[in-house]
């Protein structure tokens, strides 16, 4: 807040109560007239707040904080939330693409990087918050090697009227996946479509292997992996077996759902470089 304020801006702090509220009060702030809304928190809060202002022409940024943050990472911001407030000083507004998740219960939920299907989500729905209140991202390490040895189902993908079976499903807005590793290697948010990572295998020792392609980047070439480009993609369990859905690291339930790219739908301020890239 120094920051901003020695900058000339006239700050207004708002506390979020509880959780999924963030979003509320991103909305009452729509509505009072702010400029500009900044979430302070991880991808978890950042996620709540877009959800109160999508659609609407004002301003938004981050200061990261929280387990982890995937979009300071992807757009290059620093983890300290003094440095990024440095950084919005110098940023550019850019109106991007969002995505959409809807499910069969008719329920909607905006996501700004993106949504995993499956093995990832399975993860997320069956983290201990208390060990990740302890251990931050250490604890979705824990949850990873929990799976080893575990069937993993697979369900049913139809992206650009192609059909898939897949065990795991990575539709994104971004490259960057839990701010360690690059999973999608090509989309940007400024891009008005998903890169879709399809992981058709399901042997844990073929997510071995996926791995090491990834920590490689050679991902591309791996035998049981298809990646293509989208705007729309649809899912469904192959036998009726519970098949998770998170959207940027958020547990969403289970399938089936689809996911859309909803054009002109959030103003991010970025940093130049990222922005002009």
């Not at 983890?79 to 998740?101: E, F, K, M, S, Y």
């Not at 992206?159 to 701010?179: D, H, I, K, P, Q």
């Not at 339930?253 to 991010?268: I, Q």
């Amino acid at each position: 807040m120094r920051v901003l304020q020695d900058a000339g801006s006239c700050i207004e702090l708002f506390a979020t109560p509880g959780p999924r509220l963030a979003g509320e009060l991103a909305c009452k702030a729509v509505d009072k007239g702010c400029d500009l809304i900044l979430a302070a928190g991880g991808d978890g809060t950042i996620n709540e707040a877009v959800n109160g202002i999508a659609g609407s022409s004002v301003q938004f940024g981050i200061l990261p904080a929280g387990t982890a943050n995937v979009l300071a990472n992807e757009i290059g911001f620093s983890n300290r939330p003094d440095h990024a407030a440095r950084q919005l000083l110098h940023t550019v507004p850019v109106r991007i693409a969002l995505g959409l998740l809807e499910k069969s219960d008719k329920s909607r939920h905006y996501f700004v990087l993106m949504a995993g299907l499956g093995l990832d989500a399975r993860i997320v729905y069956e983290l201990d918050n208390d060990l990740k209140n302890m251990l931050g991202k250490l604890a979705y390490w824990h949850g990873g090697l929990r799976q080893l040895g575990r069937p993993v189902p697979r369900f049913h993908l139809s992206v650009g009227g192609a059909e898939y079976c897949a065990s795991f499903a990575l539709v994104t807005r971004v490259r960057n996946y839990g701010g360690d590793f690059e999973i999608a290697q090509q989309v940007r948010l400024t891009d008005n479509d998903f890169e879709v990572v399809i992981f058709q295998n399901n042997q844990w020792q073929d997510y071995v292997r996926f791995f090491g392609a990834v920590l490689t980047k050679r991902l591309y070439n791996t035998e049981g992996v298809t990646i293509v480009r989208a705007t729309h993609v649809e899912a469904d369990s192959a036998q009726k077996e519970r098949i998770y859905v998170q959207v940027d690291g958020e547990s969403q339930g289970t399938l089936p759902a689809s996911m859309s790219v909803v054009p002109d739908a959030l103003t991010l301020m970025m940093p130049k470089r990222y922005a002009n890239a």
